[in-house]
């Protein structure tokens, strides 16, 4: 069973910095993606940066310039770094973990229990 925990979401200023933090735990992944996606009250979910094993990232376009995912595959921790903060920043973070188990062969999405960020103007 694969667990995510988040850290960093948080009430900041526009023009801030905030920096969130998620540690997975339990995946055994031969090819695999980390990232974040936001949520906000009546919207889907969307991704805000992703970065996949090899570790190219992808990032929305709201936030290219602005925001940088790092990852560190031997604490299987994924970094994002949020400057310039706006306010349409604001919402849930969802730290994401999906990929291919090494023991079924299958692919597999995971995910954490969410993070407020909220940027006032």
């Known amino acids: 069973q694969v667990q995510l925990v988040e850290s960093g979401g948080g009430l900041v200023q526009a023009g801030e910095s905030l920096t969130l933090s998620c540690v997975a735990s339990?995946?055994?992944?031969?090819?695999?993606?980390m990232g974040w996606y936001r949520q906000t009250p009546g919207k889907q979910r969307e991704l805000v940066a992703v970065?996949?094993?090899?570790?190219?990232?992808n990032y929305a376009d709201s936030v290219k310039g602005r925001f940088t995912i790092s990852r560190d595959n031997a604490r299987n921790t994924v970094v994002l770094q949020m400057n310039s903060l706006k306010p349409e920043d604001t919402g849930a973070y969802y730290c994401?973990?999906?990929?291919?188990?090494?023991?079924?062969?299958?692919?597999?999405?995971?995910w954490g229990q969410g993070t407020q960020v909220t940027v006032s103007s």
């Open positions: 994401y973990n999906g990929g291919i188990l090494i023991t079924t062969g299958r692919w597999y999405d995971y």
């Open positions: 339990g995946n055994i992944f031969s090819f695999d993606r």
């Open positions: 970065v996949v094993s090899g570790g190219i990232t």
